[in-house]
């Protein structure tokens, strides 16, 4: 890199790419945070979403918020069924077979997507004005404010969602003490499926953003995305839902560092590496608490 | 004098079993009544044996939550390749360089991230194995992210006794000290810390010797290949050999053994309908763990006890 | 001590198993290959995995031929059936693959893979087997020719990377006039990797420099980081040996970071839904290698005959996957017999052949496809046939 605009210039990229990561990481650390389950097919819920929206704006032809809204509802009842289905017989079983179902589901989702829409990319219309800012010769357009403002949107949305409403306070409960929780007359089953409905709902989002910021889509588009949403969960502390917002962010502005200083080739092992440091150093994360295990 | 308690009535069997075994399918091939595709599918369940058996050592039966193994696999596969094909070296030396540097590479991997438990560790392996295979895509001698000639240097008369004596091997291991140590450390990791076991050390054993083995297949697979690529080993390959030790149940050694087999073949016979081969899969997984979570054997083994007789019998 | 070989016992009883099915398996397909007057060919492409885009466009396209080739009476007086077999995008089960269709389906031809490393995986069985085998998209120099040797069996339908760079640069050079080039690189596609080089290498020739190179990874959505460092480097020209999926996105965030500079590809960029993922405004100044041009009536009739079928665009997979399966039609009939040697010599003596993609006559030292490329010049959301350069 030259120079310091050269360098603002590449946070600012970074910035772009860390909120796509952030708004993928939302879902998927609440999940965690609720259920305990790392949710493997959350990235492909994503691509779903992603679908959705395509056929929302394409077929129906709605306009972006009838379009995302059509997008959510569909992915919160795909959502509601994966756990319906595949996980909720499994709340109690070990937790490699949990994970196991979720490859299962993640997979079934990929394949399946491309045995009903084909292996092929489809193309995103442009939705947003392709409009150009230019600040001391910084560059950057109008879809980055979009997903950078969405992305913070959504996080406090779900930060007081969790925090401070009825079934916020329910989900909590039952990630502390399920059987307690289910003891003081809550509702776990319904608890959890809102978790999965909100999870899945806000993949979609994510992944109609993605299809329009990034034009194309396929059936596999959820897969990187979703793995390194799920390096920015943990970055930031699986569960903590303001960490996976900062993780994202953290993951976006050291992989465009990373390829700013010409060693794109090795991007992707730079945040694997970050992952398993911060694991080894402080596993609860950026914004995690350490707590003992107790015996 | 170890020999003679080796030799009962029960082991005698198996080693007859395996030899005719070996003498069956080694006789079709050689008279080529065997098609050339069931022959290499049989060296793809060798080389799964080897793997899978090697990841239940360290997840079924240390308890460590490890889903990186084709990291190893790929270390064992590149090595050994070279080993064939830059230095013409022998296919024994091929095999061993490849498990053994595998094996450094789990240790040293192995020693910190071990610390770490239950998903936090899984992730962790999960990155490992990303690593290794963004390494081999950036090294131009290893071919790079286009990949790297090998050509085949072996047959179904080397996989299947490096199979056989791997099995050995890691079957002797869990019924020693050492394995039941490890045992210990996957039951209850502070228990066992308070009985007087060095679970560090019995956690970095075991990780390195699955990374040994993992490296050896990864020789094997790379040997019978004509060409190797780093995306091979990416995360969905650690994921299909961790299926197949879920699948044959957790801690059981022959549990893993058919859950390769299982896989292999099925990987094979849905290859017709490719559309929907990974959809039937996927679908196979699921319903296996909502119906039995614990895999085919559960923590059980197929054995021949029952042949013994009853005062014989030993407790499993 | 008792259980000291229940891990051998078990592997014995389940592999006895699988060696129960080997032989039944066997004993039952020795009928298949003369089933019902069909003429199998097999097809080993990348079905599922990675590069699923990749050969799911040529088997439509194969089908389409195949599918044509039957209505007009098929071959050697019999209809014509494919045999697909699914890689994974993998090379070791592309081996698989190509074991299966070879020596369980009795193919008497196959076509694949698409990747030259998949291809590479699969020849070694086609050669101990004596069948020919035609891979679509397999650019890399060793597919056919390895230590001075050409490879006996296998054939390519598609341009070998080194003619193709050389075009390019040849054109950066003496048409654009330009001195100053930057590289953007597929970092885990042989056949980006061998276009580089090769343009490269006759860039610098013609006195041209090389100002910066960097690699992407396919899949890759967000180029900015590598543009921006190319950007710095302040060259006249980028040259993107990429696929139309990458490319599209690279030009059109290219140009919003504000590089007017002309961009250069291979044949990779050869599909009209790269005009979906970058404005024709954004394309503008930009050039490509191909077969031919995409208004050529030949190229015409094949377009509207595959959107007829799919109602999608053919992109250069779906072409030459075309081109490869009607090559070893030709062949078979020109052989006129199913033996793998007639096949071959058929192939190696083809000339004059009217692909989609212009005359092919195939090379029998290389066993490559000479074929004339042209330049072809994005205008205005159109491609505009510039020039046409013949092989030397």
């Known amino acids: 890199m030259h120079s310091i605009t050269e360098l603002l210039q590449q946070l600012v990229y970074g910035l772009s790419l860390g909120s796509i990561y952030a708004l993928i990481a939302l879902g998927y650390t609440m999940v965690y945070g609720i259920v305990k389950l790392i949710n493997f097919a959350h990235g492909d819920v994503m691509m779903v979403g992603a679908y959705m929206g395509w056929i929302a704006i394409t077929v129906f032809h709605f306009p972006f ?164 949403a799920f390096v920015a969960a943990v970055l930031g502390g699986i569960g903590i839902i303001p960490g996976a917002m900062v993780g994202g962010l953290v993951l976006g502005i050291t992989e465009s560092l990373v390829s700013g200083f010409g060693a794109s080739t090795w991007r992707d092992a730079v945040a694997f590496l970050i992952l398993i440091l911060v694991l080894i150093i402080k596993p609860s994360g950026l914004f995690g608490k350490n707590l003992r295990e107790k015996v | 004098m170890k020999r003679v308690s080796i030799l009962n009535r029960k082991n005698a069997l198996t080693l007859f079993l395996v030899i005719v075994m070996y003498a069956v399918i080694q006789g079709l091939i050689v008279t080529d009544i065997l098609p050339p595709l069931y022959t290499s599918t049989l060296i793809q369940v060798c080389v799964y044996v080897i793997l899978a058996a090697s990841l239940n050592l360290i997840n079924g039966i240390t308890g460590q939550f490890s889903i990186g193994h084709a990291g190893f696999m790929a270390i ?64 131009d001698y290893f071919g790079g992210a286009a990949g790297m000639q090998v050509g085949r240097h072996i047959n179904w008369s080397w996989a299947f006794w490096v199979t056989i004596i791997s099995l050995v091997v890691i079957h002797n291991f869990v019924n020693s000290t050492h394995g039941r140590a490890c045992i210990s450390v996957r039951e209850n990791e502070i228990a066992a810390e308070a009985m007087g076991v060095n679970t560090t050390k019995y956690k970095v054993l075991a990780f390195t010797l699955g990374a040994f083995f993992a490296g050896v297949a990864g020789g094997i697979y790379s040997n019978y290949m004509y060409f190797i690529q780093p995306t091979t080993f990416n995360f969905l390959t650690s994921f299909n050999i961790l299926v197949m030790v879920v699948l044959g149940g957790l801690g059981s050694m022959t549990g893993s053994i058919l859950g390769a087999l299982i896989m292999t073949v099925l990987n094979v016979a849905l290859s017709g309908i490719p559309s929907l081969r990974m959809v039937i899969t996927a679908l196979l997984l699921i319903i296996m763990m909502l119906f039995r979570p614990s895999g085919l054997m559960g923590t059980k083994e197929f054995n021949l006890n029952f042949l013994e007789k009853k005062g014989e019998r030993n407790v499993a | 001590m008792k259980k000291f070989f229940v891990m051998a016992t078990a592997a014995v009883l389940s592999l006895s198993l699988l060696a129960g099915c080997g032989t039944t398996g066997a004993t039952s397909n020795g009928g298949g290959s003369s089933a019902g007057g069909n003429l199998k060919i097999g097809a080993d492409l990348e079905l599922t995995g990675g590069v699923a885009m990749f050969g799911t466009a040529a088997q439509k396209a194969i089908d389409l031929a195949v599918e044509q080739q039957n209505a007009n009476g098929g071959l050697l007086g019999k209809q014509i059936k494919m045999d697909y077999a699914d890689n994974k995008s993998d090379p070791g089960e592309s081996t698989n693959a190509a074991t299966k269709l070879i020596t369980q389906d009795s193919v008497v031809a196959v076509i694949g893979a698409m990747t030259s490393g998949n291809t590479l995986a699969a020849s070694q069985v086609a050669i101990d087997n004596k069948v020919p085998l035609i891979s679509p998209t397999g650019t890399a120099d060793k597919v056919t020719v390895e230590n001075g040797q050409v490879k006996p069996y296998i054939f390519r339908a598609c341009f070998i990377d080194p003619f193709q760079g050389q075009v390019a640069a040849q054109f950066a050079a003496n048409t654009l006039k330009v001195q100053k080039a930057a590289i953007f690189i597929d970092q885990k596609s042989d056949y980006s990797i061998g276009l580089a080089n090769a343009f490269s290498t006759n860039f610098k020739s013609a006195n041209g420099q090389i100002v910066s190179q960097e690699k992407y990874v396919a899949g890759d959505k967000d180029f900015r980081p590598q543009l921006a460092r190319i950007k710095s480097s302040n060259p006249d020209v980028v040259f993107v040996p990429g696929y139309y999926g990458e490319v599209g996105p690279i030009v059109k965030q290219a140009r919003e970071m504000g590089m007017n500079q002309a961009f250069i590809g291979g044949d990779g960029w050869g599909s009209p839904e790269l005009f979906n993922l970058a404005s024709a405004d954004q394309l503008n100044n930009c050039y490509y290698v191909n077969h031919v041009a995409i208004d050529d009536p030949s190229m015409a009739d094949f377009v509207k005959a595959f959107k007829a079928k799919y109602n999608q665009d053919p992109d250069s997979f779906a072409a030459l996957g075309y081109d490869a399966a009607r090559l070893m039609f030709q062949a078979i009939k020109d052989a006129n017999s199913t033996n793998g040697d007639k096949i071959r010599t058929a192939l190696e003596n083809l000339k004059g052949f009217k692909g989609l993609n212009g005359d092919i006559t195939m090379d029998p030292k290389t066993h490559n496809p000479i074929k004339d490329a042209v330049i072809i010049k994005i205008e205005n959301g159109k491609n505009v046939f510039m020039t046409k350069v013949s092989p030397k």
């Open chain 1, 65 to 228: 918020f009838p379009a995302i809204l059509f997008a959510m509802i569909v992915a919160a009842i795909a959502g509601i069924i994966i756990e319906r289905t595949a996980y909720k017989p499994l709340r109690n079983a070990t937790r490699i077979a949990a994970l196991i179902t979720a490859i299962g589901v993640s997979l079934f989702l990929e394949y399946g997507g491309m045995l009903v829409v084909g292996a092929q990319m489809r193309t995103y219309p442009n939705v947003f004005p392709e409009t150009m800012y230019n600040i001391g010769g910084i560059i950057f357009k109008f879809g980055d404010i979009v997903m950078l403002v969405t992305a913070l949107v959504l996080m406090l949305l779900l930060h007081f969602t969790v925090q401070y409403t009825k079934i916020g306070k329910a989900m909590r409960a039952s990630s502390f003490d399920m059987e307690a929780a289910l003891l003081m007359g809550v509702n776990v089953n319904t608890t959890i499926s809102a978790t999965f409905a909100i999870g899945s709902a806000l993949a979609a989002a994510a992944g109609v953003l993605y299809g329009i910021y990034f034009n194309s889509i396929d059936p596999l588009m959820g897969i990187t995305p979703g793995l390194k």
């Open chain 2, 76 to 139: 064992g596969a590149y090595l050994a390749g070279i080993v064939s094909v830059k230095f013409h070296g022998p296919l024994f030396l091929s095999l061993l360089v490849g498990g053994i540097v595998a094996a450094v590479a789990g240790f040293i991997v192995g020693l910190p991230t071990l610390r770490l438990r239950g998903d936090y560790l899984a992730i962790a392996t999960l990155g490992l194995g990303q690593i290794v295979m963004i390494i081999f895509q950036n090294i």
